[in-house]
Nanobody, 123 residues
Framework: QVQLVSSGGGLVQAGESLRLSCAAS????????MGWFRQAPGKEREFVAA????????YYVDSVKGRFTISRDNGKNTVYLQMNSLKPEDTAVYYC????????????????WGQGTQVTVSS
């Protein structure tokens, strides 16, 4: 069992940056692939990024490549999403998830979810 608590969202202007954090409690955090998803009003939950248990492999949706960076600190049981050059279309509730799969870009592949943190980017 893993409990996830995400934080770091807020209201920023286009071009600015935010760093989201997702703190995990429970067992064997370092054995999970971690992912970030986002959901805008009226839309499905969308894959943003994922990172392997070791941090050695990362994956991104094309729309955030070069702007977002996912990382993890297994010593602190925390995964991060550094978001630079934010755009209004990045506005959404961002969720972190944990999966025992080696890789997951679909929400149903994830076993545990954080509560979500709102990111709003104004133009």
């Amino acid at each position: 069992q893993v409990q996830l608590v995400s934080s770091g969202g807020g209201l920023v202007q286009a071009g600015e940056s935010l760093r989201l954090s997702c703190a995990a409690s429970g067992r064997a955090f370092s054995s999970y692939t971690m992912g970030w998803f986002r959901q805008a009003p009226g839309k499905e939950r969308e894959f943003v990024a994922a990172i392997s248990w070791s941090g050695g492999s990362t994956y991104y949706v094309d729309s955030v490549k070069g702007r977002f960076t996912i990382s993890r600190d297994n010593g602190k049981n925390t995964v991060y999403l550094q978001m630079n050059s934010l755009k209004p279309e990045d506005t959404a509730v961002y969720y972190c998830g944990a999966t025992t799969n080696k890789y997951g870009s679909r929400w149903f592949q994830y076993d545990y979810w954080g509560q979500g943190t709102q990111v709003t980017v104004s133009s």
